[in-house]
């Protein structure tokens, strides 16, 4: 168990649809990293937030947003969604925000019909 | 960008057998990861290094920095060991690039 908490664990939605993935850093850390993990692509670095504040951007669409509320958990919203979105979507978090290692959470596998 | 390869894509070995993961990146770097991800999905980073050599277990990761090479080994594999084996990169405070993973698969 790494400490790290995502809900939910699956989530079957049908297109255009929009949904809320929910992630909990482990307790200290600051960071927290959002990525994708599809059949094609494997992981791909979404967001990083550090302290609440966005750090890093990487490939995340304009349909997808996050953000990280004052208790450190952070949120990822995926609106619009497409079938072409379902993949495994992972929070990881880190202490600080140089690098180091990263613990990931157990993943949210989502399903676009 | 860094760009990541894995190889072998895919690795299938016998329970005792003595198998490496092999990384190349084509960037210099800070840090390389090697994480381990289970079957049912979850992910456990395994070591973090940036020059040299360390080992947990019955696992060892070692870098090379000159030549832009990490591998991983495994001594006497064991069924458990089985699993998507993935390397990542990044440089300072850069978000990590990861290779496309190798399939490990240790038979009994």
């Known amino acids: 168990d790494s400490g790290v908490t995502q809900t939910p664990k699956h989530l079957i939605t049908a297109t255009g649809q929009r949904v809320t993935l929910r992630c909990s850093p482990r307790?200290?850390?600051?960071?927290v990293y959002w990525y994708q993990q599809s059949l094609d692509q494997g992981l791909q670095f979404l967001i990083q937030?550090?302290?609440?504040?966005?750090?890093a951007k990487g490939n995340i669409l304009e349909r997808f947003s996050a953000q990280q509320f004052p208790d450190l958990h952070s949120e990822l919203n995926l609106s619009s969604l497409e079938l072409g979105d379902s993949a495994l979507y992972f929070c990881?978090?880190?202490?600080?925000?140089?690098?180091?290692?990263?613990?990931f959470g157990p993943g949210t596998r989502l399903l676009v019909l | 960008k860094n760009e990541v390869e894995q190889s072998p894509q895919n690795l299938t070995a016998q329970e005792g057998e003595f198998i490496t993961i092999n990384c190349s990146y084509s960037v210099g770097i800070s840090a390389l990861h090697w994480l381990q991800q289970h079957p049912g999905g979850g992910i456990v980073s395994l070591f973090m290094?940036?020059?040299g050599k360390k080992k947990h277990g019955r696992l060892i990761a070692t870098i090379n920095i000159q030549e832009k090479h990490s591998s991983l080994h495994i001594t006497a594999s064991h069924p458990r060991d089985s699993a998507v084996y993935i390397c990542?990169?990044?440089?300072?405070?850069?978000?990590?690039?990861f290779g496309k993973g190798t399939r490990l698969s240790v038979i009994a």
């Open positions: 290094l940036s020059s």
């Open positions: 937030y550090y302290n609440g504040e966005e750090r």
């Open positions: 307790s200290g850390d600051l960071s």
């Open positions: 990881a978090s880190s202490v600080s925000s140089g690098q180091e290692t990263q613990y």
């Open positions: 990542a990169v990044n440089s300072g405070n850069t978000p990590l690039v």
